[in-house]
């Protein structure tokens, strides 16, 4: 750091009451360190927060002294966002309060909480909300790109049942945001990413679960993929609400339930969770044993919070990794085809294709009621590039793309924002659709300057 910000830097860390690491830290390294490890970004310091106050003291230094900023909750977010060069990483990671109100079924949650921080709180009361399927992921960045997981079918999408957020804008103000309480930024927020704010606290809404949930995988021979994607399809095209069914292939981990000659060999598993009575669950997914002749499964009641982590072993950090994603309505021929086909190629043994289904109540809130507005994307197709080496990256950057391009001839309109990755920020607009020209205003009026830009970007042109 030159002298002058040397100066600055002494001055700011006097009031901020969270550590502020810089280069010359031992920490700096692993604290610089986000879930994908294709993103090797060094900023100038890390401002790791503890309050509300020390976020508004962050934002203020950025503004004044013109540094670039990026935002961290979970440090997920697959292009790499929260973490830039040379310039602030406003890191909220260690702010992990969760308040529960049981009564109300209300959580106030703090923007460093991870999904296992959140479920955890929740289930005290046999209570959750919709979010994702690894809990280590972050709820603030999976909340405001939109937020699906098993629960969606049954409650929504994680932006439906977000009841109000406190947010410091880019001046270092500090605003409530509810549907009765500056309205337009609450609409904004419900899908608009980090673009408007940084969120200092999420209310969420929650709902009975658990706490035991039906739940696991039946894992069926690559050879069957055709007749058991095609089933897939049609079967999630009908099911009730409270049963989830997702489609994973990928070469077979070491999993217990399956022979050891399969292991590493491709298979085609259905991971599945009904969130109701366990009895009329198990009736419900009988026809799925029937898709084919299965390998193995192992299906059976489980605590919701273990059922939460059941793919974290899979989604560790560290590795690299690259995603392509499209949305799919319906899931056509020509669609099931191209996972075959580049399912059948994988590039590396933890590549992996998974279609997460939607639908359900998730569809029923009108597209424009918020900026996340995909509510026909009944299926969300996540190419999930994944490998250990550098050396691989062509290899198998090239497969997630190529396969992209096969099967976009048989997708719907709109992309989940949540799965973009660092290059793909001409597909932004496409990505909202019908709400990208409210959210532009949206922006003149909350960040004109654009201060807050490291994100899948709205411009305020
Ligand atoms: C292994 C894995 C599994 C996933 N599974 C699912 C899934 O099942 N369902 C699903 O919906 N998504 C899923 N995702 C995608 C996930 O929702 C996004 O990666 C999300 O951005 C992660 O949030 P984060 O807080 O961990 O990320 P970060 O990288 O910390 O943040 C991402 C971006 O969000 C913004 N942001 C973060 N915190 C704040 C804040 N407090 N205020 C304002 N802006 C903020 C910033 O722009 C930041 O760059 C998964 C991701 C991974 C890596």
Redesign the pocket.
């Known amino acids: 750091m030159k002298q002058l910000q040397r100066a600055k830097i002494d001055d700011f860390k006097a009031h901020f009451r969270g550590d502020v690491v810089l280069h010359s830290d031992a920490a700096y390294d692993e604290v610089r360190q ?3 490890a294709m993103i090797n970004r060094r900023p100038a310091l890390i401002a790791r927060c503890t309050s509300s106050e020390d976020i508004v003291q962050a934002v203020n230094l950025a503004r004044k002294q013109n540094l670039a900023v ?13 973490v830039c060069d040379d310039g602030l990483v406003i890191d ?2 260690l702010m992990k309060g969760v308040r529960v109100d049981p009564n109300a079924r209300i959580a106030k949650v703090e ?1 460093g909480c ?1 999904l296992a921080d959140f479920d955890a709180a929740a289930q005290v009361h046999g209570l959750a909300t919709p ?4 809990s ?7 909340t ?6 098993w629960l969606s079918r049954k409650y929504g999408m ?1 932006v439906d049942n977000l009841l109000s957020a406190d ?1 410091v804008t880019a001046d270092g103000g500090q605003v409530h945001a509810s549907e009765t309480k500056n309205a337009d930024l609450f609409w904004g927020l419900r899908g608009g ?3 408007f ?4 606290s999420f209310e969420f809404q929650l709902h009975p679960v658990g706490p035991g949930v039906l739940s696991g995988l039946i894992a069926f021979p690559f050879d069957q993929a055709k007749s058991v994607l095609t089933q897939f399809a049609r079967f999630t095209e009908t099911m009730p609400d409270d049963l989830n069914v997702w489609m994973v292939t990928r070469k077979a981990p070491p999993l217990p339930f399956l022979r050891a000659d399969v292991h590493g060999k491709e298979i085609v598993a259905l991971a599945l969770c009904y969130a109701g009575n366990p009895a009329e669950g198990e009736k419900l997914i009988a026809p799925l044993r029937r898709f084919g002749t299965a390998h193995g499964e192992h299906v059976g009641v489980q605590p919701y919070t273990a059922w939460q982590k059941a ?1 974290d072993p899979l ?1 560790t950090p560290g590795a690299r ?1 690259y995603w392509k994603s499209h949305n799919f309505s319906r899931l056509s021929d020509g669609a099931i085809n191209a996972i075959i086909e580049y399912a059948g190629k994988l590039p590396s043994p933890q590549c992996e294709i998974f279609v ?1 289904v939607i639908g359900g109540q998730a569809a029923r809130v009108a597209p424009e009621a918020m900026a996340y507005s995909s509510r026909d994307a009944n299926y969300v197709l996540n190419v999930h590039g994944r490998w250990e080496s550098a050396a691989a990256d062509e290899r198998c950057i090239g497969w997630a793309r190529e396969f992209f391009a096969k099967s976009q001839p048989f997708a719907s309109r709109g992309a ?1 924002i ?2 973009l990755t660092q290059d793909e920020g001409d597909r932004i607009a496409f990505a909202y659709g019908t709400t990208y020209n409210r959210l532009v205003e949206l922006k003149k009026k909350y960040d004109p300057t654009n201060f ?1 830009r ?3 970007n709205i411009k305020p042109v």
Not at 74 to 81: Q, S
Not at 136 to 142: C, E, I, R
Not at 144 to 149: A, C, E, K, R
């Open positions: 986000i879930w994908n990026s935002i961290r909750g979970g440090g997920h977010n697959i292009a790499g966002n929260a909220l990671s923007p991870t979010l994702g399927i690894n280590t992921t972050g709820v603030a960045g999976l405001l790109g939109g937020g699906f997981g994680t947010v990413g980090g673009n704010g940084i969120v200092t793919f989604l990794n997460g989940y949540n799965f807050f490291m994100n899948q």
